[in-house]
């Protein structure tokens, strides 16, 4: 029951996002191996979608975004992507409520921190 489907243009993202519970955050070797996350974190929150880490990125990764939800929000296998789908299909508040966190945890992704370290870095 997991759907691959063609990868997304911008304007596809609100109606596939919106209409998924969870998507797991895959990434490149080289991302994991220097720790970087992509955007899809921030659009996967955005548009109302629990991400999922693999457990690949390590624990201090995925503690560093997913907080306190790092243990639910951390997939090791098929199994754990299919149960923990379940369990926000089938618990909607939990869901709001790890969206919300998580929406106010990752705060410090916004555009807008991004704006006032240029303007910082470009006044010294």
């Not at 993202?13 to 998507?23: G, K, R």
């Not at 624990?59 to 923990?84: C, M, P, Q, R, W």
Request: charge should be negative; charged fraction near 25%.
């Amino acid at each position: 029951n997991i759907t691959f489907g063609r990868r997304l243009q911008v304007e596809d993202m609100f109606d596939v996002y919106n209409s998924s519970i969870c998507t797991i955050l895959l990434a490149k070797k080289e991302y994991i191996e220097n720790g970087f996350m992509t955007v899809r974190v921030i659009e996967s929150i955005f548009y109302g979608t629990v991400p999922l880490f693999i457990e690949e990125y390590g624990s201090n990764i995925i503690k560093k975004y997913a907080g306190a939800f790092s243990d639910e929000l951390t997939v090791h296998n098929k199994s754990e992507v299919i149960e923990k789908v379940m369990m926000f299909k089938n618990n909607l508040t939990w869901r709001k409520e790890v969206i919300d966190y998580l929406r106010w945890r990752l705060e410090f992704m916004d555009v807008k921190y991004f704006i006032n370290q240029l303007e910082e870095i470009k006044q010294v």
